[in-house]
């Protein structure tokens, strides 16, 4: 039974990871086309660099539980732990924290209109993202240390496979929990504050921003002139990026809280892993919440479609159902 329901949540998870690599991809072509003359373009190419490689690893977690790999010399909870699961956990967080700074970075340019440009320059958003690819990604190394890969000899299945060897090494022990708890901990929960402030501020925002819009329209109807027009161009261009960037925190809100209680429950509870006692409920679980991550990977490019004018024409031009806006 545990078997066919993570073969099932698996079908679906590959199905979302080919539409999220995919279209991770084009959000990278589009971007890199657009420029990166403005912050933002940066930071959201960044970010989709960053789903990408987590589809990628989340896709080789789950087809190592599908049927058909069952013969193969390899014991799938094991491999899949340090060569898939682990990075898919950290490129996650790199996501959310890139998500974070996207959100403060908006709910700056509410607040600060007419410094935002200064402050955050193009060169200085991707020095942001090496900062952030930098402190997130080079401590799980210490894993590969913790759970060295090597062949073992089963008896009852008279074959060796690849499994995780065991090893007892204090320091190695120690600076895995360190990191365990600074991945799974701190990382999650500080990203999710940041984004969730910041979301709900820009949320409020809006509100006030339509709340001004609807008070106004019947004045700006009436005394239409080319700076007006200007202005509530400037407004919608603004209130669009706010719409767009309270999207993508959403859903990535939504989709980091189970991921993070599952994650909490694991350290808590001894029993809630792959070979304890509740490691059916672990294993189900656990891919279910991969698929949510999936999921989040993968939202972007319907976002970025539906609220960005300029990517939506971007992306129409590169994948030929558009003429070249370039063009004459």
Known sequence: MTRNMITAITSIGLTVAAFGAAGNIVNIIVYIRLGFSESTHVSLTALACSDLIGVIT??????????????????????????????HVVFTRVSGFITAFISVERYLCVFLPLKIKSIFTPKRTFI??????????????????????GM????????????????????????????????SVVLPI????????????????????????????????????????VKSTENSKENKAIKMVVAIATVFIISAIPSCIHIFVDILVPEFEINGR???????????????????????????????????????????????????
């Open 128 to 149: 942001v993202m090496v900062v952030i690819f930098s402190a997130v990604f080079p401590p799980m190394l210490v894993v590969y240390f913790r759970y060295p890969l």
């Open 58 to 87: 989340a896709v080789c977690t789950e087809i190592f539980f599908l049927p058909i790999f069952g013969n193969i010399p390899i014991i799938p909870e094991a491999f899949v732990f340090t060569i898939s699961s682990w990075p």
């Open 278 to 328: 509740y490691s059916n409920i672990f294993k189900v679980t656990g891919h279910a919440f991969f698929v949510l991550d999936l999921i989040n990977c993968s939202a972007n490019i319907i976002i970025y479609y539906r609220m960005s004018t300029k990517f939506r024409q971007a992306a129409l031009e590169l994948l030929s159902f558009k003429r070249s806006i370039h063009k004459g």
């Open 190 to 229: 500080a990203a999710f504050l940041i984004v969730t402030s910041c979301t709900v501020l820009l949320t409020l925002s809006l509100r006030r921003s339509k709340k001004w819009r609807d008070a106004n329209r019947r004045v700006a109807d009436q005394n239409e002139n080319t700076s007006g027009g």
């Open 152 to 183: 073992v000899f089963i008896a009852g299945q008279n074959r060796s496979a690849l499994t995780i060897l065991p090893i007892n090494d204090t320091i190695v022990e120690t600076s895995f929990m360190v990191f365990q708890v600074y991945a």
